[in-house]
């Protein structure tokens, strides 16, 4: 993770949310105040989060304390305490929903990424990640995905050609699109096309692609598709896939299979900030 651009992610964050002051703090506390967070596991599932919370806090106020007791991809149970925050009280009370917020949904995504891991456990297929992410923040939820042991699947147009179905429809034909394509690109740049028919799947293994995706295709037309590849080109399942249908592409052989799900719909993990005043909560 870049620890550049996190703060200056978390300091527009913090800027949308606190504005010019926070009325309530400041109507309560004179500023001086130091004061204890401790941040539990309110269910079971694997956080992700460590830095930020550390970087988070330590903007807001730069002598706090911080004493994690989970690691990011850990697993924690309902109770298990994450984190303990030590500092001063108004930056604690300013910092809470932000951190949280972001805590728990890269914690749902590491926990969601983790059980597709868990799912594929004994193949050789892997899972992977999409650009199905929420704009400004793609950054961590693409770590949070790593920590649950994904692999990520390219970060932005910049860094690998996709060439889908509607630059085919565009241009015409995969043959076409892939020829413009290796005219431009350096030999660094790995080249993937989606398809859907076998006539697809023989005209890129003929372009000379690194990857073919089957797109939108059942287990069985996958297992049919993948015939059609040498092992020298990397294979890839997407479309409709999510962790109740991932089993059934078990046993297709592709070498990965990339799940939207795991950003695009994720469910937070419970996550709380509590006040602990002698192993109890205030």
Same mark, same amino acid.
């Given at each position: 993770?870049?620890?550049?651009?996190?703060?200056?992610?978390?300091?527009?964050?913090?800027?949308?949310?606190?504005?010019?002051?926070?009325?309530?703090?400041?109507?309560?506390?004179?500023?001086?105040?130091?004061?204890?967070?401790?941040?539990?596991?309110?269910?079971?599932?694997?956080?992700?989060?460590?830095?930020?919370?550390?970087?988070?806090?330590?903007?807001?106020?730069?002598?706090?304390?911080?004493?994690?007791?989970?690691?990011?991809?850990?697993?924690?149970?309902?109770?298990?305490?994450?984190?303990?925050?030590?500092?001063?009280?108004?930056?604690?009370?300013?910092?809470?929903?932000?951190?949280?917020?972001?805590?728990?949904?890269?914690?749902?995504?590491?926990?969601?990424?983790?059980?597709?891991?868990?799912?594929?456990?004994?193949?050789?297929?892997?899972?992977?990640?999409?650009?199905?992410?929420?704009?400004?923040?793609?950054?961590?939820?693409?770590?949070?995905?790593?920590?649950?042991?994904?692999?990520?699947?390219?970060?932005? =147009?910049?860094?690998?050609?996709?060439?889908?179905?509607?630059?085919?429809?565009?241009?015409?034909?995969?043959?076409?699109?892939?020829?413009?394509?290796?005219?431009?690109?350096?030999?660094?740049?790995?080249?993937?096309?989606?398809?859907?028919?076998?006539?697809?799947?023989?005209?890129?293994?003929?372009?000379?692609?690194?990857?073919?995706?089957?797109?939108?295709?059942?287990?069985?037309?996958?297992?049919?598709?993948?015939?059609?590849?040498?092992?020298?080109?990397?294979?890839?399942?997407?479309?409709?896939?999510? =962790?109740?249908?991932?089993?059934?592409?078990?046993?297709?052989?592709?070498?990965?299979?990339?799940?939207?799900?795991?950003?695009?719909?994720?469910?937070?993990?419970?996550?709380?900030?509590?006040?602990?005043?002698?192993?109890?909560?205030?």
């Amino acid at each position: 993770m870049n620890k550049l651009k996190l703060k200056e992610m978390l300091k527009g964050f913090f800027m949308e949310d606190i504005g010019e002051r926070d009325i309530t703090v400041q109507s309560i506390f004179t500023g001086e105040e130091r004061g204890q967070f401790t941040f539990l596991a309110k269910e079971n599932g694997a956080f992700c989060g460590e830095e930020v919370i550390k970087t988070g806090f330590s903007l807001l106020d730069e002598t706090v304390e911080i004493k994690m007791h989970v690691k990011d991809g850990q697993l924690v149970a309902s109770g298990d305490v994450i984190a303990v925050v030590h500092g001063n009280i108004s930056a604690l009370l300013m910092g809470e929903r932000v951190i949280l917020n972001l805590v728990q949904r890269m914690s749902g995504i590491t926990t969601k990424a983790h059980k597709a891991v868990e799912i594929l456990k004994g193949t050789k297929t892997k899972a992977c990640d999409t650009r199905k992410t929420t704009p400004g923040i793609r950054m961590l939820e693409k770590y949070a995905v790593a920590c649950g042991g994904v692999c990520n699947h390219r970060y932005g =147009l910049y860094d690998g050609v996709m060439i889908k179905d509607n630059h085919i429809d565009f241009i015409g034909s995969v043959s076409e699109a892939v020829k413009l394509v290796k005219a431009q690109v350096g030999h660094m740049v790995k080249i993937e096309v989606e398809t859907s028919t076998a006539e697809q799947v023989k005209e890129a293994v003929k372009a000379g692609v690194d990857i073919i995706m089957f797109d939108n295709c059942t287990p069985e037309k996958v297992k049919e598709l993948k015939k059609l590849v040498p092992s020298s080109i990397v294979t890839e399942a997407s479309g409709g896939l999510t =962790l109740e249908n991932l089993h059934t592409y078990r046993g297709t052989g592709v070498d990965y299979i990339s799940l939207g799900c795991l950003t695009h719909s994720v469910q937070a993990l419970d996550i709380s900030a509590k006040v602990m005043i002698y192993g109890g909560e205030r």
